[in-house]
């Protein structure tokens, strides 16, 4: 009984500063967001902006399909996580990943020609699916520090990306890159977004599949099915009429 206390009153501590943390993540995002886009009114075309968001809906309609549920599935899992559980994860991610890519850029002239992007906006197009990839290498590592409720931790790399992109943007618009502002500040906050996270939650890749890990892990993905179902068609009703 004492040792239930003992574990309850660690994990509401913990919960506490994981909330705590979310919150003050958001509230420094946010001021970040809104001062970077204040200052880039000044530097960019609107209809750079234009680009910049019909290019991003194209690769978060891709991201949807990146996961298939696997990562919830981790969080959720009431037993202890395997070097199993984690490696077949990551390797189905990054197999999915890496399909989603290589249609990415064979249709790259068919979303060029319906967009009439220049070559500016696709090499945005690109620099979004190269951040795609470095996204999904973050994963289990987020997954980890998720199941420790470890958020003050989780919301280091989040604040770093958001800085870096937000700074690369404003410097580069300033010193008239146009577009390309946003290229550049979408690779450098991949970059620096990984390269944190395994700092602060180091973790070995290991590309391995088994199939008792993935039997189990697969349970959960009709369940989360439904629910990217329902988060698509609200993407595609924002995209269409909002």
């Not at 500063?17 to 880039?40: D, H, K, Y």
């Not at 696997?70 to 890496?98: E, G, N, P």
């Not at 289990?140 to 992109?165: D, G, Y």
Request: hydrophobic content about 55%; aromatic content about 14%.
């Amino acid at each position: 009984m004492l040792e239930n206390e003992l574990e309850y009153t660690q994990v509401k501590k913990l919960a506490g500063r994981g909330i705590t943390a979310l919150i003050s993540r958001t509230f420094l995002v946010q001021i970040i967001s809104f001062a970077a886009a204040f200052i880039l009114t000044i530097f960019l075309e609107p209809s750079v902006y234009g680009v910049f968001y019909l290019v991003s809906a194209v690769i978060n309609f891709l991201s949807y399909f990146s996961d298939i549920g696997l990562a919830a599935a981790l969080v959720q899992k009431k037993t202890q996580l395997d070097k199993d559980d984690l490696s077949t994860t990551f390797t189905v991610q990054q197999i999915l990943v890496f399909f989603l890519l290589c249609l990415l850029f064979i249709f790259t002239p068919f979303i060029r020609s319906i967009y009439n992007l220049s070559s500016a906006g696709v090499y945005l197009l690109w620099a979004l699916g190269i951040s795609l990839f470095l996204s999904s290498l973050k994963t289990i590592p987020s997954i980890l520090l998720e199941r420790k409720i470890q958020f003050e931790k989780l919301i280091i790399p989040q604040i770093a990306e958001t800085l870096v992109f937000n700074a690369c943007a404003v410097y580069f618009a300033w010193q008239g890159f146009g577009l390309t502002s946003f290229t550049i500040a979408v690779l450098a906050r991949g970059i620096i977004g990984l390269v944190l996270m395994y700092i602060v939650a180091p973790w070995r890749p290991a590309l391995k599949i088994s199939r008792v890990s993935l039997s189990h892990l697969l349970k959960f993905a009709s369940i989360s099915s439904q629910y990217l179902l329902g988060r698509i068609q609200r993407q595609w009703h924002d995209y269409s009429f909002g």
